[in-house]
């Protein structure tokens, strides 16, 4: 997605750099290791009301929320000498070399995940696997006709990879005229897209927002409508909000992020509008105020400022390099069907540990390296 997982680095020489908000960094990174354990823990539940990382994929609905608030900050004033061209290309270099390795390491792991789940791996020859992986880099999405796992994503190698195909299209929207916005414009569109995704959240047949991954209206529906919102009423706050200065912010906000992400399903099968109500709110009132008391807060030593700039720093290769751990994750469970969740716990955990090695190193090994080198071809 990103200046979602990281205020934009690459200043050119005509643009000077601003300080960025390190503790917005650490909750990207909370939110990001949430989103593992979630995707863990997602194929030991029954369905979608026992999942004891309940609310998880909400992550991605706060990480669109961050990346309106920091692009506005980032850019909103830079515009008499940014062109859009320039714009994408800085969005580009920020994001693309993760989509790469992400939807590659997807193709390699791809025939070793065959299993009962996805019975019908063995038999997609690799010309095709090649196919959707080019297509892939490109984050255009697959028809269900190219389906090649079985699960009716857009982008079947690494599935995360549909929030990035949403997070450039609130990119291009900006840069392209929504951005000149002003603020009383910006306030009546946000209340209406907030209309929208209460509307979504309230009646939606799972009682939830999730969706956007599969190419199909009802998918592209939830996709457009989960982002609309949380964007744009990001950079909103970037134009409005003034933080003020709090103490033991990133404690608090993080621990208020962890709550609302692992909060048990609210209301039941009963009252599915229950838990659409709880979502909406998350959203609408406590992400916003979660960005706030990260924009205002104050690290207090060199102990918090480590580890948030290294949640910051993992954030983004971390979401965009974890699934491709996960998919052996869901096979081993699928394989080994009636597993409880205490027997599954020390594969989840080595997983876990797995995952984060991979961001590091995919982190310090390509995505630092191959970023540093584009921003040289660009100057």
């Not at 205020?7 to 909750?27: A, E, R, V």
């Not at 709110?281 to 290294?310: D, M, R, T």
């Amino acid at each position: 997605m990103w200046l979602l997982f990281k205020s934009d680095k690459m200043n050119y020489n005509k643009f000077s750099t601003k300080p960025h908000y390190q503790i917005l960094d650490g909750l990207r990174g909370v939110a990001a290791v949430i989103v593992v354990l979630f995707h863990l823990t997602e194929p030991l539940a029954t369905n979608n009301l026992d999942n004891i990382v309940n609310h998880g994929y909400l992550a991605v609905d706060f990480f669109f929320l961050l990346s309106g608030f920091v692009i506005g900050y980032a850019y909103d004033d830079r515009w008499t000498k940014l062109t859009f061209g320039g714009f994408m290309k800085r969005r580009l270099v920020r994001l693309q070399p993760l989509v790469i390795l992400g939807m590659t390491l997807g193709a390699i792991g791809f025939y070793f995940t065959d299993s009962t789940i996805w019975p019908l791996i063995h038999t997609i020859p690799v010309w095709q696997v090649l196919i959707v992986m080019l297509i892939g880099y490109t984050l255009i999405p697959i028809p269900l006709s190219m389906d090649i796992r079985g699960w009716e994503e857009m982008h079947p190698l690494n599935s995360v990879g549909w929030s990035l195909f949403f997070e450039y299209i609130v990119n291009i929207l900006y840069a392209l005229g929504l951005r000149k916005l002003s603020k009383k414009a910006l306030t009546v569109f946000v209340i209406l897209t907030g209309a929208l995704l209460v509307h979504l959240a309230l009646t939606s047949e799972s009682g939830d927002v999730t969706g956007g991954w599969t190419l199909n209206f009802q998918h592209m529906r939830v996709g457009i409508t989960r982002v609309l919102f949380p964007f744009f009423a990001g950079l909103l706050m970037s134009r409005v909000v003034r933080p003020a200065k709090i103490k033991n912010a990133f404690l608090w906000s993080s621990l208020l992020l962890t709550a609302v992400l692992i909060m048990p399903r609210i209301g039941g099968a009963e009252h599915l509008w229950m838990n659409g109500l709880y979502e909406s709110f998350c959203i609408i009132i406590v992400f916003p105020i979660i960005i706030y008391l990260g924009a205002g807060g104050i690290l207090h030593n060199k102990a918090e400022q480590k580890i948030s700039k290294f949640l910051g720093d993992l954030s983004y290769p971390l979401y965009m390099t974890h699934y491709v751990l996960v998919y052996f994750h869901v096979a081993w469970v699928s394989n080994n069907e009636g597993i409880t969740i205490l027997q599954a716990l020390p594969v989840a955990m080595l997983t876990l540990v797995g995952t984060i090695i991979l961001a590091y190193v995919s982190l310090k090994f390509f995505d630092e390296p191959i970023r540093k080198w584009l921003r040289k071809k660009l100057k």
